[in-house]
T-cell receptor, first 113, second 115 residues
Framework: AQSVTQLGSHVSVSEGALVLLRCNYS??????LFWYVQYPNQGLQLLLK??????LVKGINGFEAEFKKSETSFHLTKPSAHMSDAAEYFC???????????FGTGTRLLVSP | EPEVTQTPSHQVTQMGQEVILRCVPI?????FYWYRQILGQKVEFLVS????????KSEIFDDQFSVERPDGSNFTLKIRSTKLEDSAMYFC?????????????FGPGTRLLVL
């Protein structure tokens, strides 16, 4: 079985500050990992994905994440937060043999001026 | 840019009634999914569908649920007899084949409220 733990249901940063959203996973097979973003009243939008190529993955809107097998982590970072980054962020894991995504509980990012 | 669409955006129904949630996946995609998100909880997988049959389903997806691809463009989720606990946001997703199969594109969701 696979699972995802997202530490911190809410993260607050100031505009221009570093964004760090934490994700740890559990998987019995080498996983695929994803970050999705959900803006208010919208669906889930893929930010980036790891599918066993480069461990440092760059996504849209300046976000990136690093797959660290030894730490079973896939933390999401952005060097400088923008007001428009305020949203809910979901980490997800899947078994490459199947397509089911297993999501974490989400982290709401708040960005203050 | 192609996108997944869902109708209706909101639906209110009485307990015990049947509801059908509709989705139009991205046109060249081959895999289709339903997920749900109960308010304040995580997004949960319900079912995946490929080649006109269910490929995987969760424990949530019991006999009250069914999926169908009635034509070349729509993908539906039917709940036969709704319960209060079915109140949730339901997301449809689709993905392509080959090396894009793992990338699921989500629709905006249907918020279902069962009274």
């Amino acid at each position: 079985a696979q699972s995802v733990t997202q530490l911190g249901s809410h993260v607050s940063v100031s505009e221009g500050a570093l964004v760090l959203l934490r994700c740890n996973y559990s998987s019995s097979v080498p996983p695929y990992l994803f970050w999705y973003v959900q803006y208010p009243n919208q669906g889930l939008q893929l930010l980036l994905k790891y599918t066993s190529a480069a461990t440092l993955v760059k996504g849209i809107n300046g976000f990136e994440a690093e797959f660290k097998k030894s730490e079973t982590s896939f933390h999401l970072t952005k060097p400088s937060a923008h007001m428009s980054d305020a949203a809910e962020y979901f980490c997800a894991v899947s078994d490459p043999r199947f397509q089911k995504l297993v999501f974490g509980t989400g982290t709401r990012l708040l960005v203050s001026p | 840019e192609p996108e997944v669409t869902q109708t209706p955006s909101h639906q209110v129904t009485q307990m015990g009634q049947e509801v059908i949630l509709r989705c139009v996946p991205i046109s060249n995609h081959l895999y289709f999914y339903w997920y749900r998100q109960i308010l304040g909880q995580k997004v949960e997988f319900l079912v995946s569908f490929y080649n006109n049959e269910i490929s995987e389903k969760s424990e949530i997806f019991d006999d009250q649920f069914s999926v169908e691809r009635p034509d070349g463009s729509n993908f539906t989720l039917k709940i036969r007899s709704t319960k209060l606990e079915d109140s949730a946001m339901y997301f449809c997703a689709s993905s392509g084949a080959g090396d894009t199969i793992e990338t699921q594109y989500f629709g905006p969701g249907t918020r279902l409220l069962v009274l």
